[in-house]
């Protein structure tokens, strides 16, 4: 997900093992606590290929197609995953789209 390496660690609690979500699929507990290791611990900008944005704690700023290929998933397993975990009130997602202009830098953003 990222080339630096975060130093630290995650608290994560024992009950994890036994969520019905994570229950029958070990690939998924796995790609539970990367997401939550990946997150930033502090208020931070987070600078990608798609260039930057601001990110609060808790929060990770990637691109899908970029976790489906650092996890070696297909898209859409990585879209049922991540859609899973938002119906269990685990995660959050926020898309944001922006049209760029090379000449002019982005003309028109939009939250959807």
Do not use: C
Request: charged residues 20%.
């Amino acid at each position: 997900m990222s080339t630096t390496r975060q130093l630290g660690y995650i608290a994560v609690s024992r009950s994890i093992f036994e969520h019905p979500l994570f229950k029958n699929r070990p690939d998924w507990h796995v790609a539970w606590e990367k997401l939550i290791a990946a997150a930033a611990w502090k208020p931070q900008a987070h600078v990608g290929r798609w260039g930057s944005a601001h990110v609060e704690r808790g929060q990770l700023a990637i691109t899908q197609r970029a976790l489906a290929v650092s996890w070696g998933w297909p898209s859409s397993t990585l879209r049922y995953f991540l859609d899973r975990l938002e119906q269990a009130k685990m995660i959050v997602q926020e898309v944001i789209r922006a049209t760029i202009n090379a000449n002019d830098g982005i003309k028109n953003s939009q939250r959807i």
